[in-house]
């Protein structure tokens, strides 16, 4: 009943679905604010894809993978990266400490979860602070990258992220790009980011590789739920984590849901 609820009020429109979200995500941040994991992403898991980290790590390896996969479709080596969704801050840690680049910013809406980063995650180079989608507190041409991961889904205006995120590119930067929408939805997604002025580089379906991670990660992420959240509010995880056999893992499987990684340019 819980999640037919939330469900049905983030179809109320953009103020409303960015309100819910807002309130929803802060209050899993503060009742979460724990250092047992720094992923919440739905993972990667191909046969191909195998990347080297640390072993204490290891038991993060699909999320981590989805962020290996998206920020290295482009070279990102020297470059000052942006993240926008940053998190609990384990995608932008790692980015920082495996690919090497310039300098690596995330911000999130969450106070928080960057309280959480800023305490946990301390590289040279890498930095957090609040900040919002539609309105990053940046100048104009800051930096060569935009990474976000699986977190657009939550913007109550995706118009005008892309407006941000074209904004603070250089001319010639790269938005590197994961996410999952309602299947027939996509389609309007990728005619809002060619309508924003950037231009198509490459895009994937990734869907297939997304369900394979979330089979090897389901029984471990019911544990940390069961430790970590609330009783009352435990289904609703269970179901945005997407453990096996609840509804966003179903819709997965029968296609309802589409899981995609792009790669855009900002013209020169």
Not at 17 to 35: D, E, L, Q, S
Not at 235 to 249: K, L, Q, R
Request: hydrophobic fraction near 35%; charged fraction near 25%; charge should be positive.
């Amino acid at each position: 009943m819980i999640q037919k609820i939330l469900v049905w009020l983030i179809h109320f429109g953009p103020k409303t679905k960015r309100w819910f979200w807002r309130v929803w995500y802060n209050v899993f941040a503060k009742k979460a604010y724990t250092h047992d994991f720094f992923f919440m992403n739905y993972g990667y898991s191909d046969e191909v894809l195998s990347i080297k980290i640390d072993p204490k790590e290891e038991r993060e390896r699909y999320p981590t993978q989805l962020y290996h996969h998206t920020a290295t479709q482009e070279k990102i080596t020297g470059k000052k990266v942006l993240e926008v969704g940053s998190g609990r801050g384990g995608g932008a840690s790692y980015v920082s400490r495996y690919l090497d680049p310039k300098s690596v910013v995330g911000i999130d809406i969450s106070k928080n979860a960057v309280e959480l980063c800023n305490s946990t995650h301390q590289y040279p180079g890498l930095s957090f602070c609040v900040g919002d989608s539609e309105k990053t507190p940046f100048q104009d041409e800051s930096f060569d990258i935009v990474l976000n991961v699986e977190s657009s889904h939550c913007y109550g205006n995706t118009p005008l992220f892309l407006n941000e995120v074209k904004r603070v590119l250089k001319p010639g930067g790269f938005f590197l790009w994961a996410d999952f929408r309602k299947t027939k939805e996509m389609p309007i997604l990728f005619n809002c980011f060619l309508e924003s002025g950037l231009v198509k580089v490459r895009e994937k379906n990734i869907t297939n590789f997304v369900i394979n991670a979330l089979k090897k990660m389901s029984k471990e992420r019911k544990e940390k739920i069961k430790k970590n959240v609330p009783k009352s509010i435990q289904p609703v995880f269970m179901s945005y984590a997407g453990i096996e056999g609840s509804d966003v893992y179903n819709s997965f499987v029968q296609n309802k849901l589409i899981y995609k990684s792009a790669t855009f340019k900002k013209p020169e």
